[in-house]
Each structure stands twice: as structure tokens, then as C-alpha cells.
Nanobody, 122 residues
């Protein structure tokens, strides 16, 4: 019903910036809460950031607060994750997720992208 496609990952050096994008299909994008998650090798998938349907409310994991910024463009059916001052510990596969919800941090997400690799070298 909803397909999510991430892009923008790559190999960067510590201190660099990257912007991830996640394009969604479907006409009801504006009613979805959106999130970014990441999973490093050997680790469980963890929450990074989320944004509510209007873009007016956001939440961040403590580990990225002040460095990452989530935003959305409902006209383009796209959610972004601006990542600044990247650290080697940010290395992971980053996934975007969506679910129909009015809260900024829904208990679960129904739709997931395939992921994009971010590698930060020291």
C-alpha cells in the first residue's frame, strides 16, 4: 500500500554531513507519522528520529540530538534526515518508516524502506 525508498547514504569522514531522503508512494502521505531508525552490525535496530503528520513535532534519540534534523515535505511525499557532525558510531543502515498516526512517536510502524548504508570513517 505504501512503498518507501531511501537514498542519500554513503561513505563520509567524521565531522562531515549527509542528508538522507525517503520518498513514499501513496496519496495519504500527509496523514502518516514518519520515523528514521538505524541498525549497526551486531546491534538491534534503534530509533533515531520521528516527525508527526504536519511536521510540527519531532523527537530525537539522545545520541543524535543537536546533530540530526528530521523534516518532511508533504507536497513531495518525502521525509529527510539531515545528519551533521557525523561520528564513526553513526555507521549503520538507516531505515525510514511510516504509519498512520497522529502522535509523533507511534508505538509501531507499518511500512519500512529497504535501508541505505551510512559509513563514517574516523
Amino acid at each position: 500500500q505504501v512503498q518507501l525508498v531511501e537514498s542519500g547514504g554513503g561513505l563520509v569522514q567524521a565531522g562531515d554531513s549527509l542528508r538522507l531522503s525517503c520518498a513514499a508512494s501513496g496519496r495519504t502521505f500527509g496523514s502518516f507519522a514518519l520515523g528514521w531508525f538505524r541498525q549497526a552490525p551486531g546491534n538491534e535496530r534503534e530509533f533515531v528520529a520521528s516527525i508527526n503528520w504536519s511536521g510540527g513535532r519531532t523527537r530525537y534519540a539522545d545520541s543524535v540530538k543537536g546533530r540530526f534534523s528530521i523534516s518532511r515535505d508533504n507536497a513531495k511525499n518525502t521525509v529527510y534526515l539531515q545528519m551533521n557532525d557525523l561520528k564513526p558510531e553513526d555507521t549503520a543502515v538507516y531505515y525510514c518508516a511510516a504509519t498512520r498516526s497522529v502522535v509523533v512517536v507511534p508505538p509501531s510502524y507499518d511500512y519500512w524502506g529497504q535501508g541505505t548504508q551510512v559509513t563514517v570513517s574516523s
